[in-house]
């Protein structure tokens, strides 16, 4: 199943002369009809669709829908940047499945840390060394 696209014209206000010639109510219109039209959309095509796929027993919409996992971790020994860490999941490499967060600060891919493995891993290397008792936190998405 593919779900419905969303055709909703976005750029209303842009559109609008540099020196309005509508009244204010009709101003207020302009301004709110892109979230109208969007909630619409969502509310009578979109939702209907996922419940419909849901209701025949389909799986493909389930499969589109990413759960989301956090992790909170404090180290318990340093990490040195030469080994490779286990994080508490697996996540799919290359995908941007996974944020790495180092003491609240979000981690730059390839900058701060490192992939390792292929497919599903649950390994990353840091590219520095991570003391004892830091708080790591890891967001993945499968």
């Known amino acids: ?3 419905p696209e969303c055709t ?3 750029n209303n206000v842009q559109n609008l002369a540099d020196s309005p010639t509508q009244s204010a109510e009709e101003l207020k219109k302009v301004f709110d009809k892109a979230g ?3 909630k619409k959309y969502i509310n009578d095509s979109l939702l209907p669709a996922i419940s419909k796929d849901i209701t025949d027993g389909k799986t493909e919409t389930q499969k589109l829908i990413l759960k989301t996992y956090k992790y909170n971790v404090t180290t318990l020994a340093e990490i040195s940047s030469t080994e490779d860490y286990t994080i508490p999941s697996t996540y799919k490499v ?3 499945g ?3 967060y180092f003491e609240g600060t979000l981690l730059a891919l390839n900058e701060n840390y490192t992939e390792r493995g292929t497919g599903d891993s649950n390994k ?3 590219n520095f060394t991570v003391p004892k008792n830091s708080l790591l936190t890891f967001i993945i998405r499968k």
Do not use: Q
């Open 124 to 126: 990353i290397r840091f």
């Open 8 to 10: 909703v014209e976005t």
């Open 94 to 96: 290359n995908t941007h």
């Open 98 to 100: 996974l944020d790495v």
């Open 36 to 38: 109208d039209d969007i």
């Open 1 to 3: 199943m593919s779900l």
